[in-house]
């Protein structure tokens, strides 16, 4: 329940900017979500929770994205807009495989004990479920630029590739732990069963 609860956290300001966009412009949906971000940042250090990179990070994007709408050029088109978003949390996920720390472990390791944390396994996950989420976002990101310039596209295709690929992801997080447990809990073939 608890990761339930964390990943519909997580997912709650891109969901809001991908609903408002159908509804409102590009600024409006982009305030929005920035707002939503940093609502979701004052929850978990309220909880007593870390801060997040992937939060941090997707605060910094929609905010810049929507400073840069409201300052320098407001004419890019909503599928433009949705790139420069989909590419800027690419880059913040990118960034923390890079630097040795997968945006995925902050949120693990306030969903695990310390002994689990510990385990050889538990780093190796969360580049796994971290890099679940990248494919997703590459994905996403390829369907609005394939929306953007392939004009025979119908809209809805960008939105089913980003629902199917979230989901998809989603569901990797879910069932990869699980996995990875029933696998490091089974004893090595020709072990003799502990009594």
């Known amino acids: 329940m608890r990761l ?3 990943i519909f956290l997580i997912l709650a300001p ?7 966009m159908l509804v409102t412009s590009a600024t409006v949906s982009l305030l929005c979500a920035a707002l939503i971000c940093l609502a979701v940042i004052a929850f978990d250090v ?4 870390s801060i997040k990179i992937l939060g941090v990070g997707s ?3 929609f905010a810049a994205i929507g400073s840069y709408l409201t300052f320098v050029d407001a004419t890019p088109s909503n599928t433009a807009v949705k790139i420069a978003v989909d590419a800027g949390i690419l880059l913040v996920s990118l960034g923390s495989i890079m630097i040795g720390h997968p945006f ?23 580049y796994l479920i971290t890099g679940a989420w990248i494919v997703a976002m590459l994905l996403m990101l390829i369907g609005n630029i394939a ?7 119908p809209l809805w295709t ?10 998809a992801a989603v569901g990797f997080t879910h069932w990869y732990p699980h996995y990875r447990a029933a696998k490091d809990a089974t004893p090595p073939a020709g072990a003799l069963p502990l009594r």
Do not use: C, S, W
């Not at 309220?46 to 929770?49: D, L, N, P, S």
């Open 4 to 6: 339930t609860m964390t």
């Open 14 to 20: 891109y969901g809001a900017f991908a609903m408002l």
């Open 46 to 49: 309220a909880r007593g929770r």
């Open 59 to 61: 605060v910094v994007i």
């Open 104 to 126: 995925t472990r902050q949120y693990a390791l306030e969903q695990v004990d310390a002994e689990t944390a510990k385990l050889p396994g538990f780093l190796h996950a969360n």
């Open 147 to 153: 929306v953007l310039y392939v004009p025979a596209l």
């Open 158 to 167: 960008g939105l089913l590739i980003a629902f199917a690929a979230r989901n």
